[in-house]
Nanobody, 120 residues
Framework: VQLQASGGGLVQAGGSLRLSCVASGRTYRTVAVGWFRQAPGKEREFVAA????????VYADSVKGRFTISRDNAKNTVLLQMNSLKPEDTAVYYC??????????????WGQGTLVTVSS
């Protein structure tokens, strides 16, 4: 399974960005896709996740109400709509896929990351 993340960039605080994660290969091996982020000098943290079939979602408390995760099964794509961005959202964002939905980083496949920078 290969994952391609895109959509990062520079945005002012209060602005919005939409990240995309396109999965290819043996995607039938995966049940869920998660987004994680890692800020400079910090550990990687969970952001949100969704299951392919039922669309079950989970969010980190820090993004609940501001970020929305969704999927387009026909395009093997998971989107992360990020609104009301804050400087503390600045990080490299990674998408990951695995056999179950989880807030931990126990996903089998990882994309390359896309940088999100939020200026104050």
């Amino acid at each position: 399974v290969q994952l391609q993340a895109s959509g990062g960039g520079l945005v002012q605080a209060g602005g919005s960005l939409r990240l995309s994660c396109v999965a290819s290969g043996r995607t039938y091996r995966t049940v869920a896709v998660g987004w994680f982020r890692q800020a400079p000098g910090k550990e990687r943290e969970f952001v949100a996740a969704i299951t392919w079939s039922a669309g079950i979602t989970v969010y980190a408390d820090s993004v609940k109400g501001r970020f929305t995760i969704s999927r387009d099964n026909a395009k093997n794509t998971v989107l992360l709509q990020m609104n009301s961005l804050k400087p503390e959202d600045t990080a490299v964002y990674y998408c990951a896929a695995g056999p179950f939905i989880s807030r931990s980083d126990e996903y089998d496949y990882w994309g390359q990351g896309t940088l999100v920078t939020v200026s104050s």
